[in-house]
């Protein structure tokens, strides 16, 4: 993934705290990933508006971590995504 690119999630697609499971899961229609903590960190900056580059660089800031690392991370969770089409990516 591209510092230009613009992650979304597609419509039908949304972050949803499961009760029973007491842990975050991404549902899609007859489909759902369940989340550590790290991909609910990820995925809780996707809003669509903001690319990448300024996702890693919030996540860089709050988890006072390095953004090269951060960004090689979360490219790979969010292509795995991307690839499943539980993801959108607008250039």
Known sequence: MEAAEI??????????FDKVRETWVLLAPERAVTLDQIGHAILSEVDGARSFGEITRALSEAYNAPQDQIAADSASFLDALRSRRFLDVDA
């Open 7 to 16: 992650p979304s999630l597609p419509r039908g697609v949304r972050l949803h």
